[in-house]
Each structure stands twice: as C-alpha cells, then as structure tokens.
C-alpha cells in the first residue's frame, strides 16, 4: 500500500507515526523542529489521513506497508518514532525488520494488550450526521453529547473534511478501525528481541504504561531500552509538553 506521507528537511531519515485516530497533521509542528536536524518522514498509516482505506487492518499488514515505504524511499540507518498505536507499529517494525532501524522511540504505549476503551469516540464518530451539518461548529456540537472533552473533539475533528459537493465525510475509515479494534489492541511479540537502542516516553498522567508492571515485557523484547516519564503530560503527551518531549527526544537521537 502506497501510503500518504509528507517529508521535510535533510540527513538522517527520522519517521514519525501517529496514534489510533491521528493523521500526520498531528506531528507538523514538532516534525518541522526535528527537520533542522533530519530528514522527517511524517507518515499516514493505512485507514488514517490521506492514506489509501482497507478493510484489512492490523499490526502486521501496518508493518508490511511500512516496509514497502523504507525501501520504496530506499532509506537506510532509519529512526522511528511512533505514537500509541503508531507506537506499536514501530514495535513491531523493529522486531521483525531490526536491520533497517538504527534507533526507536515509543511515545505512550507498551507491547502489552489493552482492554476496550474507545466506545466513547466510536460512539461519537457515528453520533454526528454527516449528511445534516452545515459547519464544524455544528460537528462539534453534535459529539461534545458524546466526547465531553474539548481536547480530545479537536483531535477528532481534525478527521472532518470538505468533499467536492460541499458535503463533510471522514478522512479515516471509521467501519475498518471498528470492525478491528480488537487487534489493534493486542499485544506485541516476537521470540527475537530487539537490541538496538530503544526509549519509552511516557505521559506521568497517563496509565498506558505502568513501569512496575510493564517493564519486564519492555526489557524482554527490547533489552537495550530505558522508559523516561514527561512530567504534567497524559497520553497525548508530544501534544500537552512538545519541548521536553522533543528535549528529551534529541538527547536519545544525539547519543
């Protein structure tokens, strides 16, 4: 699959991937810090963005693309950094492909599986009638019944856009991420670690990584990894401190 992606800078190549939801708009303005100093690739996974819509949606078909992308790219001695389930996607990357990567850096999320939490935007995705709302504000108003938060409606939002007839629609494909949720949150394995070095950013309001209980499976499958906490910052945590994480972020790449 070819996916849709936008590049910026010079030098080394540094990949970013975004979460469950996302788009590589999420990352321009970080992504345009680090291309002072590499050559970002900000990417839409499959079913996300402008990227190309499947009813196949998995961690391994992810994987696949992101392959079909490196060499396509004919990148070598690449960095990734992957967010939630774009961190997964790096994960998973780095397992089965370690000669291709020469660092990685999870923002978030661990290999472990995770239990359903995302009804509540499900819920709200297909609360909005597309074919009803005359603007954003009307979007907006429709899902804050289901989302409460503002934060997180103006990342959803960001998925709403114009079609040619004037009409809203999704850029994500809504039926694909639902009708295979479960997969995304599964876990992450491989009986080869990854042995390159490895960090794990996590938010210190966020629960998707609990260092005394995640650790063990971190260091299994990716010894050379240490996890570093962003103080004031939840899951979203590039988005709540963008100059620690990317403080923290280019002291692991210059190492």
Do not use: C
């Not at 070598?76 to 020469?102: C, R, T, W, Y």
């Amino acid at each position: 699959m070819e996916l849709n992606y936008k590049v910026l800078g010079e030098g080394q190549p540094l990949l970013i991937l975004h979460g469950l939801f996302g788009t590589l708009d999420n990352w321009q303005t970080l992504g345009k810090e680090f291309s002072k100093t590499y050559q970002v690739y900000l990417i839409d996974l499959r079913n996300h963005g402008r990227s190309p819509h499947s009813s196949e949606f998995s961690y391994q078909l992810m994987t696949d693309d992101l392959l079909e992308f490196l060499e396509q790219h004919q990148l070598q001695d690449a960095m990734i950094i992957g967010h939630s389930m774009g961190g997964k996607v790096a994960m998973n990357f780095a397992l089965q492909h370690p000669e291709k990567l020469a660092k990685l850096l999870v923002a978030d999320i661990a290999p472990k599986a995770y239990p359903p939490h995302h009804d509540e935007i499900i819920a709200g995705f297909r609360s909005i009638d597309l074919n009803s709302i005359q603007n954003r504000q009307a979007a907006d108003d429709q899902l804050a019944q289901k989302v409460p938060d503002f934060g997180t409606r103006m990342f959803l939002l960001k998925n709403l856009y114009r079609t040619e007839d004037n009409t809203f629609a999704w850029r994500l494909n809504l039926d694909s991420i639902e009708q295979n949720l479960e997969q995304i949150l599964g876990n992450i394995e491989s009986e080869t670690p990854f042995t390159k070095p490895t960090l794990f950013l996590r938010g210190a309001n966020s629960r998707y990584i609990k260092p005394d209980q995640d650790l063990p499976q971190i260091q299994s499958l990716f010894p050379n990894a240490r996890v570093e906490t962003i103080e004031n910052a939840g899951h979203w945590l590039h988005a709540e401190q963008p100059q620690e994480f990317y403080r923290l972020t280019m002291d692991f790449l210059q190492s």
